[in-house]
């Protein structure tokens, strides 16, 4: 039996008789209609499971009757409680992979040889993580429904017979700080200055897409005169999650990717610059205040850098590949794999990067210096001059939001002036000598840098005759 009981001024309980013969509760509704909604879909689960006046239906019975596959998966989705972005993809693969094979079957009928024999023929057409991730949302199903007693066992096991395949994973492409700066300026030059600043923050602070997306401005401390400056990942809306086309915030990945990263001196300057461009609360938006799209970000803007133009023959540029097959995964493997190679600790490396320490203990009882922060920040600030001096002005990517100075061509112009600075200057001439005569060659002047300022476009007018 399930009832309706009312629990306090504005709360109501669903009540509800147990397996065991006892009585269960599920209070915290704060409406009447929110609590009877419950008790109907609690009511449709169990008359579903095979419980009838409280009993649960005993094992002989006919397991099957009158439950497929998709009257399961649909009982089993709606009972999930995962994040947004995981239920579309459980949802996504039920409805593309599990029902048209099989949504019409009786969950009896389906037997662990069909469902191997299955997996054999999906590994031709899809990647092996893909048909590992469709046979494992398979087997959840199949061991809950044997866990609520609709089928004996789960017919899905691991497999020990046979040989092993062989799989070799594909490794993940990363660049180095060089790469990473060409294809940023690229990327300015492509789609504006927000996608090559996008691409460097990535980089050089290890985070994720989501994480920089939904990286607001009260998030993100600043301080330009110091050289010093920091991004908070809030536990609860920390990241932006795209759902089917619908954007919002949520938590990030894990509950470790919760973390404050430090900048290095030259990010400061860059990000200050960059948010007097625009007044949107998130930092990282399109020239039309919108949230860039993960899919169109790929296509339009960092594949064409990374992987160049020389195959697409409409293309107005003809650029060189740099760092082909190169994603913006990758660049958060870039970090990590420059982390390494300045013999960083593995605990500031999985704090960095928002991850645990595989090993529990050290996971307790490490904890970071401040020295190594210090250590770890001017690091990643040399790794920006190297690179920044190894680009100087063979690149392109000048404009940024409209006509406005970009923020990497800012840094850029003012790397190629402190150069110019630094160039020998001729010897003056000696005391008393006469001047230089006509034919002499003049001495090489100072490198001439226009100041570019910012003006509103206006509109064309139109004669009204």
């Not at 497999?159 to 490794?171: E, L």
């Not at 001196?265 to 998130?282: D, I, K, N, S, T």
């Amino acid at each position: 039996m399930v009832e309706v009981a009312r629990t306090g001024r504005s709360s109501w309980a669903v009540r509800y008789d147990t397996d065991a013969g006892g009585a269960g509760e599920v209070g915290g509704f704060s409406s009447a209609a929110a609590a009877r909604a419950a008790a109907q879909q609690f009511s449709t689960w169990r008359g579903v499971v095979g419980v009838v006046g409280g009993r649960r239906a005993p094992e002989s019975a006919e397991p099957s009757v009158g439950l497929t596959m998709s009257r399961w998966a649909s009982l089993w989705l709606d009972s999930r409680d995962v994040a947004p972005t995981t239920m579309a993809q459980y949802r996504s693969l039920v409805r593309n992979h599990l029902e048209p094979r099989f949504g019409e079957l009786r969950l009896g009928e389906i037997s662990g040889l069909d469902a191997r024999m299955w997996a054999l023929s999906l590994r031709s057409r899809y990647a092996d993580a893909t048909v590992d991730t469709i046979m494992k949302l398979l087997s959840m199903l199949l061991a809950d429904a044997a866990r609520e007693r609709l089928i004996p066992a789960n017919p899905i096991f691991p497999a020990r017979r046979g040989r092993r395949p062989a799989r070799v994973r594909p490794a993940i492409v990363w660049a180095d700080p060089e790469q990473v700066l060409r294809v940023g300026l690229r990327a300015c030059e492509l789609v504006g200055g927000w996608a090559g600043l996008l691409i460097v923050t990535a980089a050089w602070t290890g985070a994720r897409w989501g994480e920089l997306l939904g990286l607001q401005r009260h998030n993100l401390h600043l301080d330009v005169d110091r050289g010093r400056g920091w991004m908070v990942i809030d536990a609860e809306r920390g990241a932006l999650h795209e759902v089917n086309g619908v954007f919002s915030l949520g938590r990030p990945k894990t509950a470790h990717s919760a973390r404050t990263v430090e900048l290095p001196p030259f990010l400061v300057g860059l990000l200050a610059r960059h948010l007097e461009c625009h007044a949107h609360p998130h930092v990282f938006v399109t020239r039309r205040g919108e949230y860039p799209r993960r899919s169109n970000f790929a296509r339009r803007a960092l594949h064409p850098a990374a992987d160049g133009t020389l195959a697409h023959s409409r293309s107005r540029w003809k650029w060189a590949p740099i760092a082909t097959g190169l994603t913006f995964h990758g660049l958060r493997h870039s970090h990590a794999t420059w982390m390494i190679a300045d013999h960083i600790p593995a605990a500031a490396q999985s704090y960095r990067l928002g991850h645990a320490l595989p090993n529990a203990i050290d996971q307790v009882y490490s904890h970071i210096a401040p020295e190594l922060h210090t250590h770890l920040i001017a690091c990643l600030q040399h790794r920006w001059d190297h690179a920044l001096t190894a680009v100087g002005g063979h690149v392109v990517g000048e404009n940024g939001h409209r006509g406005r100075p970009d923020a990497l061509a800012q840094a850029r112009r003012r790397a190629k002036i402190r150069r110019a600075a630094l160039r020998p200057q001729p010897e003056p001439p000696l005391t008393g000598a006469s001047s230089a005569p006509e034919s002499a060659a003049p001495a090489p002047a100072m490198p001439r840098v226009s100041t570019v300022r910012w003006r509103p476009r206006h509109r064309r007018r139109v004669d009204p005759r």
